[in-house]
T-cell receptor, first 113, second 117 residues
Framework: EPEVTQTPSHQVTQMGQEVILRCVPI?????FYWYRQILGQKVEFLVS????????KSEIFDDQFSVERPDGSNFTLKIRSTKLEDSAMYFCASRATAYNEQFFGPGTRLTVL | AQTVTQSQPEMSVQEAETVTLSCTYDTSESNYYLFWYKQPPSRQMILVIR??????QNATENRFSVNFQKAAKSFSLKISDSQLGDTAMYFC??????????????FGKGTKLSVKP
């Protein structure tokens, strides 16, 4: 069964460093998402991406964040200068059409020291 | 703005028994989707069940069923014959029915379910 994959599973970084979180969505999916979950809290939407551009973003997704689909398979989330409060689980999700459910990857745990 | 409320932070149930998790939501939309996702200790988000708001019939997936009350904006999840593997966080989620490229999920805070042997 096709699945969304994410790498790395755990990333530790120093405050102020740049990180790139990688996702490979399911191959025939067209809509891509990033969510984050701070430990013990609910899952929060960051950004949606369709047709090679951002279609919607939350207030969390400020200028420090960017997304890219560089090669038609990978979908990346970049945080330019990490802060302590960026420590969270980051989930990538994808869906086939506008009316299907989203399938989530296993997440990347980001720890900012 | 849409909101999703799960009023039960934690619940427990004996193996083989039935448990119901509550979810209410607030929206001015008339057409939307509702979901229950399960998050076991591995923290992977797994879709349990979905409901289209325009469908009056409650969705069912094996031991999982929902009670969707559109007028009351209520969407509860019933788990029958609970199994140890059902132990997880359960998140209720809302998605607007949009014809375009949006459709992000709005999650509740979750209910931690423990199934006891």
């Amino acid at each position: 069964e096709p699945e969304v994959t994410q790498t790395p599973s755990h990333q530790v970084t120093q405050m102020g460093q740049e990180v790139i979180l990688r996702c490979v969505p399911i191959s025939n999916h067209l809509y891509f998402y990033w969510y984050r979950q701070i430990l013990g809290q609910k899952v929060e939407f960051l950004v949606s991406f369709y047709n090679n551009e951002i279609s919607e973003k939350s207030e969390i997704f400020d200028d420090q964040f960017s997304v890219e689909r560089p090669d038609g398979s990978n979908f990346t989330l970049k945080i330019r200068s990490t802060k302590l409060e960026d420590s969270a689980m980051y989930f990538c999700a994808s869906r086939a059409t506008a009316y299907n459910e989203q399938f989530f990857g296993p997440g990347t745990r980001l720890t900012v020291l | 703005a849409q909101t999703v409320t799960q009023s039960q932070p934690e619940m427990s149930v004996q193996e083989a028994e039935t448990v119901t998790l509550s979810c209410t939501y607030d929206t001015s939309e008339s057409n939307y989707y509702l979901f229950w996702y399960k998050q076991p200790p591995s923290r992977q988000m797994i879709l349990v069940i979905r409901q289209e708001a325009y469908k009056q019939q409650n969705a069912t997936e094996n031991r999982f069923s929902v009670n969707f009350q559109k007028a009351a904006k209520s969407f509860s999840l019933k788990i029958s014959d609970s199994q140890l593997g059902d132990t997880a966080m359960y998140f209720c989620a809302f998605m607007k029915h949009v014809g375009g490229s949006q459709g992000n999920l709005i999650f509740g805070k979750g209910t931690k379910l423990s199934v006891k042997p």
